[in-house]
Each structure stands twice: as C-alpha cells, then as structure tokens.
C-alpha cells in the first residue's frame, strides 16, 4: 500500500468514527463503530482505532478468500462451529475479545493462523502468526497496508 493510499484511508475511517457516517447501513464495521459509541469528547479516536483494525482484519480475510482458502474464527473461548470463505461471516465475529485468532484451511488442511491483539495502535493488530510460504501470501495485503499506516502514524 502507498503512503497516500493509507493516508486517504485514515481519513476516511477518521470522519467516519467522528461522524459515525452509515455509508453502508448494513456493513459490519459501521455497525460496530456505532455500537461502541463512547460520550467521551475523545471517543471518536477510540472508534477509528476499531475501524483501523477491523480494516487490516478485513483485508486478511477477504484477500484469503479470494485466494480460495477458508477461515475459522477463535475469540479465545468459542471456536465458529464451520470453516467459511464469507469474509462478512468473520467480520461479524471479530472484536469479542482483546485477543483472537483466525485459523486458514486449504481444503481440510490447517495452513496457519493469525493472532490478533485490538486496542494498541491500530496498525499492529497482527501480533504473531504462523511463518510459511502460504501464511506469507494471505498476509502479504495487511502487512503493507499495516507498514504503510505506521510510516504515518508514528
């Protein structure tokens, strides 16, 4: 991702979390943006950093899908019962806890898993994960995306 794209991103999701904008009345992240409305003065930030992250998270999963690969979703006490390829299917799920982790199949073979920490920076909501060539590839999208948006922040 270039520097000007995660830019553009980060104002877009920070008018979001102030305006809280339904550009999409049935999209997940808008919903969740709302739902966590915060009467700080301030709660925008904390709206934008959740929208930050569900947007690197969006990114994993959508780019394993398109890849062909399926997802399972951990939120540390309930495991989803199917493996899916319905990135909206994770994007529900996601944030139940401070941590979680997304497990990817090709077929009926684990490929790795993702672990995912919410409430630091935003950007570095992938804590750890599984090193291999096809954890690489899935990741590859948020890894830029999440590089790009810490040259800006920091």
Same mark, same amino acid.
């Given at each position: 991702m270039h520097a000007r794209?995660?830019?553009?991103? %980060?104002?877009?999701?920070?008018?979001? &979390?102030i305006n809280l904008d339904c550009i999409?009345?049935?999209?997940?992240d808008t919903l969740f943006a709302i739902s966590m409305t915060d009467p700080e003065e301030d709660g925008w930030r904390k709206r934008r950093l959740w929208?930050? !992250?569900?947007?690197i998270v969006r990114k994993i999963v959508t780019d394993a899908a398109s890849m062909g690969y399926t997802m399972n979703h951990f939120?540390?006490?309930?495991? =989803?019962e199917d493996n899916t390829n319905n990135p909206f299917e994770i994007?529900? &799920? %996601?944030?139940? =806890?401070?941590?979680e982790s997304i497990t990817f199949f090709n077929g009926d073979r684990a490929v790795g898993t993702v672990q995912l920490v919410y409430g630091n920076d935003g950007y570095d909501v992938i &804590?750890? $994960?599984? !090193? $291999?060539?096809?954890? $690489?590839? %899935?990741?590859a999208g948020a890894t830029a995306m999440s590089e790009a948006i810490c040259e800006i922040m920091e």
């Open positions: 794209t995660a830019k553009a991103l %980060i104002e877009l999701l920070t008018t979001q &979390a999409h009345p049935d999209d997940a929208l930050l !992250e569900r947007a939120d540390g006490e309930y495991e =989803s994007m529900k &799920a %996601i944030m139940a =806890s401070d941590e &804590a750890d $994960n599984t !090193e $291999n060539d096809e954890m $690489n590839r %899935i990741l």
